[in-house]
């Protein structure tokens, strides 16, 4: 039989040892490329790609709202990009609701704060369609301690700003407070890296838990995992985050006194009872002086919460509608989801009338505190 020179070229080809092993990787390169090619088409069809769109988007009106001074009551406006340092690539996000762990394992997480956390979390997780890039990249990445951390203040609006902020696609979050710093320190920072998402090259994990801002230890701790911890604080009015607090307690409680005998040590002398939490929790110069001791200032950040409901663009301009119904600004998107969310119904309570004349000695009383803190700050955050 005769062969042909081309025949008889690829018949040489085939025959020598090494051009075999050539031929076979080049099989196996053209396969790995359709792998490759498969999965960019199939997560393109994700929802989280509208996250990628408002990426670029971000950087660009972020970063000239910061400049412009958002400063510290802005300062929601360029926190997603503040917090990323470099430039990312784009990873898909995959849900962070499923946490068995962190559910099940701490009795501690199942107080009444994070119980309403909680509820919020049940309604993004039935808002969240079952990803199947979720599950696909489960796997990948690894648990990292958090970067940055909401420390407070307690129903400032500490969740609506971590739900906002996980949905930039290099964000990855906690869902339920870990409460490692104040209640859960004895376990080891091991136990709490187990609980973060997993995340990849250039992500940054972040969880929030509001009583830090008031514990004692919390700093010195959170140093001793890293200096270099992103400290994010969001404070109210302390007036009505009092009043905040306390409907969120007779919520559960509703046998508890008036909030106007709370209030006093002596109602007659017009004496506060400074050793009320809900009092005490908003003397937050008090508080920040406890947290300079061991950080910078320009490691905390500070979010308005009154600007957090009135314009929410300062954390990014189009992932919002205001939902008439709930009275707050709303997701349009969760994250992992298609669908709208708002928070639970145990965020934005209707408060309880306040006596005006109680109001206005809490605010004589805070007036001081106020001016110290927007000194501390640089930011006069309108509370007076
Ligand atoms: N978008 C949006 N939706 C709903 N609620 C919002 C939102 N933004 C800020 N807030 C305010 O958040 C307050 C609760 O604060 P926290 O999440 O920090 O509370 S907690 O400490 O975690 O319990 C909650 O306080 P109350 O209004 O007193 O319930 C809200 O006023």
Request: glycine share 8%; net charge positive.
């Amino acid at each position: 039989m005769e062969y042909s020179p081309v025949c008889n070229s690829v018949y040489a080809a085939w025959s020598s040892p090494v051009k075999k092993k050539l031929l076979l990787l080049s099989i196996m390169f053209l396969i790995w490329v359709y792998m490759l090619y498969s999965c960019v088409g199939y997560c393109s069809t994700m929802p989280s790609l509208v996250v990628d769109s408002y990426r670029g988007k971000e950087s660009a009106s972020l970063g000239k709202r910061t400049e412009s001074g958002g400063g510290v009551g802005g300062a929601g406006g360029g926190l997603a990009s503040r917090l990323l340092t470099k430039p990312q690539p784009w990873e898909d996000i995959e849900s962070d609701y499923e946490e068995p762990t962190v559910r099940t394992s701490s009795r501690d997480l199942l107080d009444t704060d994070r119980t309403e956390d909680w509820d919020d979390l049940a309604g993004m997780r039935a808002a969240a369609e079952p990803g199947a890039m979720s599950s696909f990249s489960s796997g990948a990445g690894s648990k990292k301690l958090p970067q940055a951390i909401i420390i407070g203040v307690k129903k400032g609006g500490t969740r609506a700003l971590l739900e906002f902020l996980r949905v930039h696609p290099d964000i990855r979050a906690v869902g339920a407070e870990p409460h490692f710093f104040d209640r859960n320190y004895e376990n080891g920072l091991e136990w709490y890296r187990e609980l973060m998402p997993k995340t990849l090259e250039g992500q940054i994990t972040m969880e929030k838990t509001p009583s830090y801002f008031v514990t004692r230890e919390a700093p010195a701790r959170i140093a001793a995992m890293s200096r270099g911890t992103k400290l994010i604080v969001v404070v109210r009015d302390p007036v009505t985050r009092a009043i905040s607090d306390y409907t969120q307690t007779l919520s559960k409680k509703p046998d508890i006194p008036s909030f106007e005998s709370l209030t006093f040590k002596n109602r007659t002398t017009g004496l506060i009872d400074t050793s009320w939490s809900a009092v005490q929790i908003g003397i937050y110069a008090k508080h920040l002086d406890n947290w300079l001791q061991y950080f910078p200032m320009e490691q905390l950040l500070f979010v308005s919460g009154e600007r957090l409901i009135s314009d929410p663009r300062i954390i990014t301009d189009k992932h919002f509608y205001f939902n008439q119904t709930k009275g707050f600004p709303c997701l349009k998107k969760a994250e992992g989801s298609s669908k709208p969310h708002c928070l639970g119904k145990t965020k934005g309570r209707t408060h309880p009338n306040i006596d005006p004349e109680v109001v206005q000695r809490l605010r004589d009383f805070y007036r001081p505190f106020n001016l110290k803190f927007y000194q501390m700050t640089g930011h006069d955050f309108g509370w007076d």
